[in-house]
């Protein structure tokens, strides 16, 4: 239950976006894991789990400036209901095909492309609309209570119950999720309000484009930090990618089940919750220059742990430090970004940031598949652990406030 000082000072709109956005991330949570372990029932090769991954990105880097333009232009609320019943249909959609015989891994292809596409466009308008929710000065409150949730509901909850619902099945593995987006459709329906950017003038898609990346790349800060989650994103999506080879089933390093590897990546979603609580604290007591590095370490820690040990203990207790390390990276930049970026250019701002940020996810991904195939596995786990470590010399020395 929400103590009654935070619904006051959050109040009743933002616990209902809370709602619909823990919902939503259990459910992408439960996917993230359940594509993977479907996708090796009908292939064990490297390069095409590695492609399953890239194509479920790659909207970030083909669409995230007109996701940005959109956010900007329509009622995000609207835009983030839409995004979320696409998700649903075509999730159950695929539960359907499953069922009748039609599953294949180039269907799997198809759904994450599209379920890639609704999560750009929800995704931005998402964080676009808190600072109209709550207001810019309670944002680092607001942001770790979502992180709480959503890392909780999406890295903790989603993955040991999308090991679970795929060994009961794949049909109820896809059909669970889209039911969760369904709830979470319904919570966010009954958040009150118009949520529009206020625009002065008429302006063509080419010039709010233009606009938006002009503000991104003329603040040194923003800059800077959006290299840096490029190049964090980069390596560890090299290293989830393949991880699910390196962990799963009789023939890998560490012989797995899908349930026990679904709970041992719920470790990072552990560190990432007991993290969010202490995020504004962690910023106050070392400063945002000295919290990024902190993050960066752990960072380096979860990437490269596998390439040196296969015990799950010992992987499970550094994947619990990763978590919270990335929890408090995105407390503390998320908020930083919202309050420098002006309303009429959130949406696009974010998503500039975020085509740099997490456009390296899908070329993490797919670098992570092809040198897989050529040098194995433990080399890319330890080169992503040396890529992470590089980014600590680009951190910034003084920061916008």
Partial sequence: MCDSRLVTSLGTAYWRLWSSSSLSNLADGIVKVAL????????????????????????????????????????????MLTANVFRAALLGALAVSIALGFGSIWLLYV??????????????AAQAILP?????????????RLYAAELTANEFAGPPLGGFLVAAGAFAAFAAPSALWIVAVISLFFVPGSFRAGRTRTTSVREDLVEGLRFLWENRILRILAIMVGGFNFATSAVITIFVLYAVGPSSAMGLTEQTYGFL???????????????????????????????????????????????????????FLGGAGIVVWNVIVVSLRQRI????LLGRATSGHRLVAWGTRPLGAMAAGLLAEVVGLRPVFAGAAAVILALVLLTPREWAS
């Fill in 36 to 79: 993977g372990l479907v996708a090796i029932q009908f292939t064990r090769s490297p390069a095409l789990i590695a492609g399953l991954a890239f194509v479920s990105s790659l909207p970030w880097l083909l669409f995230a400036l007109h996701a940005g333009v959109l956010a900007d232009r329509v009622d995000r609320r609207r835009a």
């Fill in 132 to 144: 109209q929710i709550v207001g810019r000065d309670r944002l680092t409150r607001a942001n770790s």
């Fill in 265 to 319: 990546l719920s470790t990072i979603a552990l560190g990432s919750f007991a993290a969010s609580f202490a995020a504004e604290r962690i910023e106050l007591a070392l400063g945002r220059t000295r919290a990024l590095v902190l993050s960066l370490f752990t960072g380096a820690a979860l990437a490269g742990i596998p390439a040196v040990t296969t015990d799950p203990y010992v992987i499970g207790a550094v994947f």
């Fill in 111 to 124: 759904v994450a492309l599209g379920l890639g596409i609704a999560e750009t466009i929800h995704d931005t």
């Fill in 341 to 344: 970026i002006p309303d009429h």
